[in-house]
């Protein structure tokens, strides 16, 4: 099969309880068209609302990864959409008739065998993939978490974790790549500690949780009496005592089990990027809270790529749209302080401002005299004055008004701008001026290379002389 997107060919149900609710559920996974991702349809409430599983969306990630969209939510997603990510299917709608997504036996096993029966559809749009190119990292000091993505032409997963517990131990957990996910990930359940398991429950947690759908990890030996004061609290049969290590006498898939489940956790957070990643992560200590940061952090990268502004095209044979003189009648700026050289493009939410950067320019003497860049901050400047030339084109009277900044964000220098490059600065408005608000996002190109990018913020205002002038009666 080639690198299109997937769905699935026929509908294909599950049921089970819920991890948390304890509530029965049915999950019906059904063909979706391309483009669509992934879809929760809550069909036990009137109008069937659709919650899309996306990583803004995230309201809960207290023991799993809850959703929620305009009032309506979805729990404990991660097994359910890890199942989906790892078998590289893009887009599915779920009904789903209850709050709760069945927890089966704690992993994706039953989801990815499920699917697997309804067939994987080829589809006839090619997938979308985010390639990660810089080091994108989440961390929590505190905790000791940190998830970080590097770049790479596929994805890979490392997770490390670290409980500082002597049953488990240091673990971890690699998939690399995702077609190995069915083989070595799905299968490999949730797991929790002994000493945990009353306190979930008393905070109406766990009520769906038995022997049969988590690994119980115990720390120490604990005395009869408590295991079945314990299985009393959960209205389950009684088991008998046994040393420290995994209560109920299961066999574990893997030795390193709990690592690989993190992983798959990871997996089904990572889809709520709402599209497939080629980059190398590398996790330690993962948990939702992290994933779901991590994969807004991703999101956030993907829709400022996407904002990205094309490379401007320049003829140095078609006169500019405003020469200096031109561009003088309308900034308040002059030389040495004069950054824009021409104006070749412009129109109501953009403009295309140039500079030609001279070994004649003051500011080189001293930066640097034995290796000359233009600053920084200048290269802010002169975006900043091509950008206010398009603010002072919506009034009338652009030689009376100034713009002053209110915020400079997300500037990043990514190339040296020396003598005899020429920069050319494209600008779009984030949002409509308003209120003599003007919002901008700007890219400085030297050749096919972005050499800085930021968002600006201006304020329009009225110039003091001008307003004096006019109360004087001159126009």
């Known amino acids: 099969m080639s690198d299109n997107q997937k769905t699935i060919k026929k509908p294909i149900t599950l049921s089970g309880k819920g991890l948390h609710t304890g509530q029965q559920v049915e999950l019906t996974f059904r063909p979706a068209p391309e483009n669509s991702g992934y879809k929760f349809k809550r069909i036990d409430l009137e109008g069937s609302p659709t919650v899309n599983a996306a990583a803004e969306n995230v309201s809960d990630t207290s023991r799993g990864t809850t959703l929620s969209e305009n009032g309506v939510k979805i729990g404990t997603v991660e097994h359910v959409l890890a199942a989906l990510y790892g078998l590289g299917i893009d887009n599915v709608i ?3 008739n209850r709050e709760e ?4 036996d704690g992993s994706s096993k039953f989801m990815v065998k499920a699917l697997r029966e309804a ?3 080829e589809q006839k749009e090619e997938k979308q993939y985010f390639e990660i190119k ?4 989440y961390t929590d000091e505190k905790k000791g978490v940190e998830i970080v993505a590097f770049p790479d032409d596929k994805l890979s997963v490392n997770v490390l974790i670290d409980y500082n517990s002597k049953v488990l131990g240091n673990q971890y957990a690699t998939l690399h790549k995702l077609t190995d996910f069915e083989e070595e990930i799905a299968a490999c359940r949730t797991f929790v500690f002994f000493h ?3 306190f979930l429950l008393k905070n109406n947690l766990i009520k769906g949780g038995d022997l049969d759908n988590a690994i119980v990890i115990l720390e120490k030996e604990v005395p009869q009496e408590e295991l079945d004061r314990i299985a009393d609290l959960f209205k389950k049969p009684r088991i008998r005592r046994k040393p420290e290590g995994v209560l109920n006498n299961l066999e574990l898939y893997f030795s390193n ?3 690989r489940h993190k992983l798959l956790d990871l997996v089904g957070d990572l889809a709520l990027i709402g599209r497939p990643i080629k980059g190398k992560v590398l996790a330690t200590r993962p948990g939702h809270y992290a994933n779901a940061e991590f994969s807004s952090l991703v999101k956030e990268m993907i829709k400022h790529e996407e904002s990205k502004l094309s490379i401007p095209s320049f003829d140095p044979n078609n006169p500019p ?3 200096v003189n031109d561009i003088m009648n309308c900034l308040p700026h002059r ?4 950054l824009i050289d021409k104006i070749i493009e412009m129109n109501d939410k953009s403009i295309v401002g140039l500079k030609n950067v001279t070994m004649n320019e003051d500011f080189f003497s001293g930066h640097f005299p034995k290796e000359p860049i233009m600053p920084g901050v200048l290269q802010v400047e002169a975006m900043a004055q091509a950008g206010g030339i398009l603010a002072l084109n919506s009034v009338s009277d652009p030689e009376n008004y100034s713009t002053y900044f209110l915020k400079i964000d997300k500037v990043k220098f990514k190339h040296k701008v020396v003598p005899g490059d020429t920069i050319i600065f494209h600008l779009e408005s984030i949002t409509p001026i308003r209120r003599g608000i003007v919002h901008m996002f700007g890219q400085a190109f030297v050749g096919n290379k972005v050499v800085m990018e930021g968002e600006l913020m201006a304020r329009i205002v009225k110039n003091e002389t001008a307003s004096t002038s006019t109360k004087k009666g001159v126009k």
């Open 257 to 259: 089990e709990p690592a």
């Open 134 to 137: 810089e080091k994108i990292c």
């Open 335 to 338: 030389p040495p302080f004069l």
């Open 101 to 104: 997504t069945p927890i089966i």
């Open 196 to 198: 945990e398991l009353e």
């Open 321 to 323: 749209l405003y020469d």
């Open 94 to 96: 779920m009904d789903i």
């Open 119 to 121: 067939g994987l559809q």
